[in-house]
């Protein structure tokens, strides 16, 4: 075993204990974990199979497969960059939903108040 397979498969381990344990600790979500966990085997499959980044690399035409790895290291993080940006935008949407749902439920609440103690004024006002 060389010191470039060994370097994959400590890293894809490190990977997947890092995420476990950042699941049992409530840190991660299952659907990032899952993209997480193909990262690891995508790192595990390269590391004792190199092969395949090679034939990859003469299959595209590229000249190193290093090429290769950083390419597609930055897709991947142009994915998770364009999901996470999609999903905060409807976060901060739904967030904004909820303020205005609440100043609305506080509006109602501080009228009904107001007409309770406008009544309860009219009531020893009468007696």
Known sequence: MNGTTVLGLVTAGGILILLFEMMRRRRLREKYAVL??????????????????????????????????????????????????????????????????????????QQESQSVTDSDADADADA
Request: hydrophobic content about 60%; charged content about 15%; proline content about 3%.
């Open 36 to 109: 997480w966990a193909t990262v690891a085997f995508a790192v595990v499959l390269l590391a004792v199979f190199p092969v395949i980044l090679t034939e990859a690399t003469d299959l595209l035409g590229l000249q190193l497969p290093s090429n290769l790895l950083f390419f597609g290291a930055s897709v991947v993080i142009l994915a998770m960059t364009l999901q996470h940006s999609s999903e905060l935008g409807r976060l901060e949407e739904r967030t904004r939903t909820l303020a205005e749902e609440l100043a609305l439920l506080r509006l109602e609440l």
